[in-house]
């Protein structure tokens, strides 16, 4: 029966065979094989970038295929999906930025309107706020001595009777966050063209009225721009060593609301970043976890068990005792062994036995002794030899 099965497969191989030389018509179909090929390429390396949390990246290369080919309809759908989660997520920095704007936090408020402009480079409201700039005139300033117990709100009501005017302050003064002055600080507060200057009892308490340049000061351009004049090396080192709490809690909280959307790998990056600070900060650690061990089950469901255990390991790093995730790591790979054996099988007894061999691989790379899976990897390749040898006597009969 075997010689039998051999001879059919020579049968049905050798026609292909003697025609080749002769195989014309399919040069046309080779043109477009590069074509498909760069396509699949960069669905792939999309693919993988999402995966990773680099949806950056990964609309990048979903661009790169469609311009390859604009029909194609799963990369255009991923282009498409993507690109919305970029632009809700651009939108969820451009409001923190706005946030932290108001509230004086200069620096942060860049940083952020940054992230969004990355997500979205496009965005009209962000370019909008990065390149405005306000033109307002300075005629003269004084210079205000802070007093305990005194914020930029409590000068900003002093001399111009509004406390929201703290941002004139801010900015002309070049901080970054105004809401971090101290006692003893010295502040220079502007006057300015069309804003009443309160010059009462209160002024007294400053120590030398003087005049300033005259010209105009751009104030979106101050509020904006990066500090890097150098010329307050001690409010700049605060704010550095300050700043990542300020992160970290966005950062935090950002990944706990991706996790209750079920985007466990987003939520994943988000914590990363926190853990990147702080190693053992509870909340990030807590939900690295349950993100991982989700993540986990979804692929061990789509017997995806590879990528599944994988997961389960990832777990380990939170929680080293979890006996459960022993178990699914244990319970992932015997059935990606039993699975990759049994196809082996089926592909052997199909005759189709490079198919075989591949399965049975797969297979000994995580167990060299998996039943007889090096057993017959052997006898299948033995095989194949014999069917080269017959194919290459009968070329030489011919």
């Not at 940054?114 to 300075?138: C, G, H």
């Not at 255990?309 to 939170?318: I, N, T």
Request: net charge neutral; glycine share 4%.
């Amino acid at each position: 029966m075997r010689k039998s099965q051999i001879l059919l497969s020579i049968i049905l191989v050798g026609p292909v065979i003697g025609c080749a030389p002769m195989a014309k018509k399919p040069l046309e179909k080779i043109v477009e094989v590069p074509d498909e090929r760069f396509v699949n390429n960069y669905l792939q390396r999309g693919l993988e970038y999402e995966d990773k949390g680099d949806l950056v990246e990964a609309l990048t290369q979903y661009k790169l295929a469609m311009t390859v080919s604009p029909s194609n309809q799963e990369v255009t759908e991923n282009h498409n999906r993507v690109e919305m989660e970029l632009r809700r997520s651009a939108e969820e920095h451009y409001r923190l930025g706005l946030n932290f704007h108001k509230r004086g936090k200069y620096g942060h408020a860049r940083q952020q309107f940054l992230i969004a402009l990355r997500l979205w480079p496009d965005y009209p409201e962000v370019i909008n706020i990065l390149t405005s700039r306000k033109r307002t005139q300075i005629k003269r300033y004084i210079v205000h001595t802070v007093e305990p117990g005194e914020n930029l709100s409590k000068v900003a009501m002093m001399y111009y009777g509004d406390q929201q005017k703290f941002s004139i302050i801010a900015k002309y003064n070049n901080l970054s966050d105004a809401t971090r002055i101290n006692a003893g600080e010295k502040i220079k507060v502007p006057e300015i063209e069309g804003v009443d200057f309160l010059i009462g009892k209160e002024a007294l308490k400053t120590d030398e009225p003087g005049v300033a340049d005259s010209g105009f000061w751009y104030w979106e351009e101050y509020a904006l721009r990066e500090q890097e004049s150098g010329k307050e090396p001690e409010l700049k080192a605060k704010q550095k060593e300050e700043e990542p709490v300020e992160y970290v809690a966005f950062y935090r909280d950002h990944g706990v609301d991706l996790f209750k959307e079920k985007k466990y790998q987003e939520a994943i990056v988000e914590f990363n970043k926190v853990l990147n600070v702080y190693s053992e900060d509870r909340v990030a650690r807590e939900y690295s976890y349950e993100a991982h061990f989700q993540q986990g089950m979804n692929l061990f469901e789509k017997k995806d068990y590879l990528a599944a255990r994988d997961q389960f390991e990832a777990c380990l790093r939170y929680r080293d005792d979890c006996q459960t995730c022993h178990g699914y790591i244990k319970k992932s790979e015997n059935l990606y062994k039993e699975m990759h054996y049994k196809k082996g099988i089926q592909f052997f007894e199909k005759e189709l036995l490079l198919e075989a061999i591949k399965e049975w691989e797969l297979v000994k790379v995580i167990d060299t002794n998996y039943k007889t899976v090096d057993y017959l990897i052997k006898k299948a390749k033995t095989i194949l030899k014999k069917i080269e040898e017959i194919k290459e006597s009968q070329r030489e009969e011919k």
